[in-house]
């Protein structure tokens, strides 16, 4: 299973970027997915994540309204859309997929992570 994310780079406070993350290996539209984001100096910390199907999605409360999560699964890929953003959302991003049986902000529910994506927010 190989995901790789993209769509990184920097951007001014205010300013929009929008990751991609295409998965290769297994069938995709049979997992959710899940992004996540270390800061440095902290812990990685859960992002959003959708249902297989795309029906349902889960934020974290710091990027509630401000970030949706789409997938397209005719395209094997999960969106990031980060908008109004602040240089606290400057972090690495990583995208992971998973069968989640309990829940979808536990990192030990995904079973394959990307080489992450950096985001750099400047004030």
């Known amino acids: 299973v190989q995901l790789v994310e993209s769509g990184g780079g920097l951007v001014q406070a205010g300013g929009s970027l929008r990751l991609s993350c295409a998965a290769s290996?297994?069938?995709?539209?049979?997992?959710?997915m899940g992004w996540f984001r270390q800061a440095p100096g902290k812990e990685r910390e859960f992002v959003a994540a959708i249902s297989r199907s795309g029906s349902s999605t889960s934020y974290a409360d710091s990027v509630k309204g401000r970030f949706t999560i789409s997938r397209d699964n005719a395209k094997n890929t999960v969106y990031l859309q980060m908008n109004s953003l602040k240089p606290e959302d400057t972090a690495i991003y990583y995208c992971?997929?998973?069968?989640?049986?309990?829940?979808?902000?536990?990192?030990?529910?995904?079973?394959?992570w990307g080489q992450g994506t950096q985001v750099t927010v400047s004030s």
């Open positions: 290996g297994r069938t995709f539209r049979s997992y959710v």
């Open positions: 992971a997929t998973g069968l989640v049986s309990y829940t979808v902000t536990r990192e030990v529910e995904y079973d394959y």
